[in-house]
């Protein structure tokens, strides 16, 4: 029988990293969401970001932890690595070619600098004058801040916090009634709509 040819390094490397993950294999954003909605609702306990905009956020990111930075680097954030940084870290191509990237030994390690980073600049200072469960205002001053580059990124944020009901992990930690403001109605397609060209480093999300 014909021998299969030798994976790829890069393969190789995301299949080792699987395997020495110590997190379940995650095919859903809702299996993500079940996975690491603690971690938001703690790091929102502490440093008061709402727990919908960081599982959000993490989502969108990271393709809900199928990305290739979150498998091979623990990273859900994309945080480059900056002057400050000095741990560990892995080369990555996003808006440039070989960008450094945070590195890190778990997951919750990545959830816990996002939430150090988010605080700790003066930039995104005015997002905490905002209420803890406004998830709208925090993704549209994540935007103005400089957070990301993607005009669209405060609504595909909004969107995925809505369809997945994040917002509901906010009024848990704030002791208020969850209220969905998912309205369920068909989507109704035409020749009008708009196509987009995916680019490498898209996800669905």
């Known amino acids: 029988a014909p021998r299969k040819p030798p994976p790829k390094q890069a393969e190789v490397s995301a299949e080792k990293a699987v395997a020495e993950s110590s997190i379940p294999v995650i095919n859903t954003p809702l299996e993500y969401i079940a996975y690491f909605k603690t971690t938001a609702i703690q790091e929102m ?16 990111e990271s393709g809900a932890g ?13 945080i480059k690595c900056h002057k400050e940084w000095t741990g560990p870290s892995i080369k990555y191509t996003d808006d440039e070619e070989n960008e450094c990237f945070r590195k890190y030994d778990d997951p919750s390690q990545s959830f816990k600098d996002h939430s150090y980073f988010l605080t700790s600049r003066p930039r995104y200072a005015e997002l905490f004058e905002f209420e ?19 005009s669209k990124y405060p609504d595909k944020l909004i969107g995925l916090i809505e369809r997945y009901q994040l917002n509901k992990y906010d009024t848990e930690v704030l002791g208020k009634d969850f209220v969905s403001k998912v309205v369920n109605q068909p989507i109704a397609y035409n020749d009008d709509v708009q196509k987009y060209t995916v680019i490498k480093g898209d996800s669905l999300y």
Do not use: C, E, M
């Open 45 to 60: 306990q502490v440093y008061g970001i709402p727990a919908s905009i960081t599982l959000g956020q993490a989502i969108l």
């Open 66 to 78: 199928t990305g290739p930075l979150s498998i091979q680097a623990n990273n859900h954030f994309g």
């Open 132 to 150: 803890k469960d406004d998830y709208r205002s925090w993704a549209y001053g994540l935007k103005a801040a400089g957070y990301a580059t993607d």
